[in-house]
């Protein structure tokens, strides 16, 4: 991440990337993807099983259900069941 951020990337691909984490380091990652989430020349792709990062990049999401992915809208904990499959 900090060899990223130093190069100036345009593209991230995060992969659980609090997996192994305390909390507090966890929670620093999550602002600094926040921080990219409003840069318009930034790119994320991020997989994660935290809700709550997802909620906090308030992003259209996909989820995998039952082994197919599912596309959502506004993703937040109270947005109801997955809009429509895409898979």
């Known amino acids: ?3 990223a951020i130093a190069i100036e990337a345009k593209f991230f691909f995060f992969d659980e990337a609090h997996l192994g984490l ?4 966890g929670s620093l990652v999550h602002e ?9 020349d930034v790119t994320m792709l991020v ?3 935290r809700e709550s990062l997802v ?10 259900l039952n082994g197919k992915i ?5 993703v ?3 947005a109801g069941p997955p809009s429509r499959s895409i898979a």
């Open 1 to 3: 991440l900090a060899r």
């Open 22 to 25: 305390d909390a507090g380091t």
């Open 32 to 40: 600094i993807l926040c921080g990219f989430r409003d840069e318009p």
């Open 47 to 49: 997989a994660t099983n």
């Open 55 to 64: 909620e906090r990049l308030g992003a259209p999401g996909y989820v995998l």
């Open 70 to 74: 599912i596309e959502r809208q506004a």
């Open 76 to 78: 937040t904990v109270s």
